[in-house]
């Protein structure tokens, strides 16, 4: 028998997307309940459910909405990221789809919290369907008087927000909170140095706070029940319950809503109905392309949630899960992540924009059968050189899957090696700057 | 070709203005106005995008050239995309790209002679649940393999 779970950001209910239905079921209640109480309480709340986000990072919610300046006569804004571009990870559209009245509800109530002017939800481009119909929500949201000038008089308060809806038009990077702020500014989604962060320098120079669409989305149900109650729910540390975006080799791929902490195996034998053909689990990818991967015979006792991933080295990043079944070229998918890192580089920084090239094309040659034996360290090697040399995070997300397969299946990679081929290092003196002495090759 | 909207929709560009603080933001929705309207955004469109929201034509190419779905040259009637990234190459997503391919006897990015068609090899578009996937314009197609391709582009023509 399958067990019952909460489901509080996906609840199932039939069209809920429209407004009388959401309504019906207590829909804009926790606005209403919200905006009577002070700011503070309502952060409080927010730091009482333990909220982490849901758009990989896992930082505590409530806290970072606490670090937004009180005193200060400047406009503050809320940009939600809907960007949702991991491969891997297809949660966010859900909400667009099934639930953007709790969407919008959440964003109203941080907005009361941090007292903001407005907030931009920036979908991405690919998203054409979803845009129209989370505006077509947001136009209904308006037209009831839920959201802008009309809101005082609905809530009976002195506070209005306004809400827009800005589309992507196909960058990765977009995702990255200081490259979706200049994106929604009008140029190139190039990442922002930090510090200053959002939250003192952010959208037009004003304080900004950045939330993942569903962290947004479960504040409604967090106001309902009460944070106490909602850091009851899924693993003591990492609370609540996470949209799983399953995928790649099971039965039964889709996004299901689970407590955090629920077992790997459950989520992919009993939820998700198997592997095709009853193969064996080679890997697993738990939270999207750009997190390290678990072997197969590692997920046993794999719990998912962000600190018993931590324990194996990964994350639960955006908890898109990618199921790789025996049979799986694993140099192949290495390659394939290490091509889209390369293609996604906004190229800002040298150690990123060169060094997801390189791996891009040592991989292709690994994969072509041309590889020599020192192509597998130098992989790793170039993962050093861009960790950590980047404005943002896209250059760790570029070297942690790479190296995560190769410290996880190494052999697999010196299977493909050519033993014939010797490398020769075209540049000598920039062979001598390597780190690793024996990248120097003999000839 | 005259390059100039319509009065309804300037009066669109002047609602995507005032949906920011500053004038440059209405960038975006601006853009994506004009590739609608002309398929593809070419220097002239730019430069009038440019004119409209009175920046500079070197900052509209830079942006419109960083964006993979803004278009620097004209595609076809139907702009055809195929994923290829992991969750869909698990299940087969880069065959599915080269039977449409030879299908379509097209390669990346080039455009059939008549208009109609064109390809993209595409990352990952967030269907991952549905893979592989295809999309046709701005509409998904879900779990698909070599004769579901047939039958859509077949049912496009």
């Known amino acids: 028998m399958m067990t019952e779970y909460p489901r509080i950001v996906l609840p199932d209910i039939p069209d809920l997307h429209k407004i009388e239905v959401y309504k019906a ?12 109480m002070t700011p503070d309480e309502v952060i409080n709340e927010v730091k009482a459910s333990k909220l982490r986000g849901r758009g990989g990072a ?32 297809f949660k966010d559209r859900q909400i667009f789809e099934h639930n953007p009245h709790q969407l919008i509800e959440g964003i109203l109530i941080a907005g009361y919290s941090m007292n903001l002017k407005a907030a931009y939800v920036y979908i991405r481009g690919e998203y054409h369907k979803w845009v129209k119909l989370f505006q077509d929500a947001v136009d209904e949201a308006y037209a009831n008087g839920y959201v802008g000038e009309k809101m005082k008089s609905t809530f009976g308060t002195n506070f209005s927000m306004d809400i ?46 950045v939330n993942n669409v569903e962290t947004i989305a479960t504040i409604p149900p967090i106001m309902n029940m009460g944070g106490v109650e909602y850091a009851k729910i899924g693993a003591p540390g990492h609370p609540g319950t996470i949209l799983f975006g399953v995928s790649g080799h099971v039965n039964k791929p889709g996004v299901y809503e689970l407590p955090t902490g629920i077992p ?5 034998y009993d939820i998700c109905g198997g592997v095709p053909g009853n193969k064996k689990i080679k890997a697993v990818i738990p939270g999207g392309s750009s997190m390290p991967p678990l072997r197969g015979d590692e997920i046993e006792d794999v719990l998912m949630d962000e600190e018993s991933l931590k324990k194996y080295g990964t994350h639960i990043g955006t908890a898109g899960v990618m199921v790789m079944d025996e049979d799986t070229d694993i140099v192949a998918v290495t390659l394939r992540i290490a ?27 690994l994969v072509a059968g041309e590889g020599s034996q020192k192509d597998v360290d130098l992989l790793l090697s170039i993962c050093d050189n861009i960790e ?50 024996d990248l120097v090759f003999k000839v | ?132 996937m295809i999309a046709v314009n701005e509409d998904f197609y879900e779990y698909m393999n070599n004769q579901k391709v047939d039958e859509v582009l077949d049912n496009l023509k």
């Not at chain 1, 091509?339 to 040659?365: A, N, V």
């Open chain 1, 25 to 36: 079921h207590n829909g804009y209640q926790a606005a209403a309940k919200s905006l009577k």
């Open chain 1, 58 to 89: 896992c930082f505590p919610t409530g806290l970072k909405w606490s670090f937004m300046p009180k005193s200060t006569d400047k406009p503050k804004y809320l940009a939600v990221n809907g960007d949702e571009s991991e491969p891997g990870s």
């Open chain 1, 164 to 209: 827009y809806v800005h589309k992507g038009a196909g960058a990765y990077i977009c995702g990255e909170e200081t490259s979706l702020m200049n994106s929604l500014e009008g140029d190139r989604g190039y990442p922002r140095f930090k510090p200053p962060f959002p939250a003192q320098v952010g959208l037009w120079q004003m304080p900004t706070t």
């Open chain 1, 264 to 268: 790997l195996k459950t989520l992919i």
């Open chain 1, 339 to 365: 091509h889209f890192y390369h293609h996604e580089s906004c190229g800002q920084c040298t150690p990123c924009r060169e060094g997801t090239g390189w791996m891009d094309k040592i991989l292709k040659r």
């Open chain 1, 388 to 437: 950590g040399n980047t404005i943002c995070a896209l250059g760790d997300a570029a070297a942690w899957p790479v190296r995560g397969f190769i410290q996880k299946f190494r052999e697999e990679f010196e299977a493909k090696v050519k033993d014939t081929r010797v490398f020769v290092a075209p540049n000598v003196v920039h062979g001598k700057r390597l780190s690793h002495k």
């Open chain 2, 1 to 132: 070709m005259q390059i100039e909207f319509t009065t309804e929709e300037l009066q669109e560009v002047q609602h995507h203005i005032s949906k920011y603080p500053e004038k440059k933001a209405a960038l975006m929705p601006v853009l994506w106005m004009a590739q609608k309207k002309w398929g593809w955004l070419s220097q002239d469109v730019m430069h009038y995008v440019g004119e409209l929201l009175d920046l500079p034509a070197s900052h509209v190419e830079g942006v419109a050239t960083f964006y993979t779905m803004y278009f620097k040259k004209p595609m076809g009637k139907y702009h055809i995309q195929v994923c290829t990234n992991v969750s869909c190459m698990l299940l087969k997503g880069k065959e599915l790209y080269d039977y449409t391919s030879n299908k379509l006897g097209l390669k990346h990015n080039e455009r059939s002679e008549d208009g109609m068609f064109s390809l993209e090899e595409v990352e990952c578009m967030g269907a991952c649940g549905g893979a592989p």
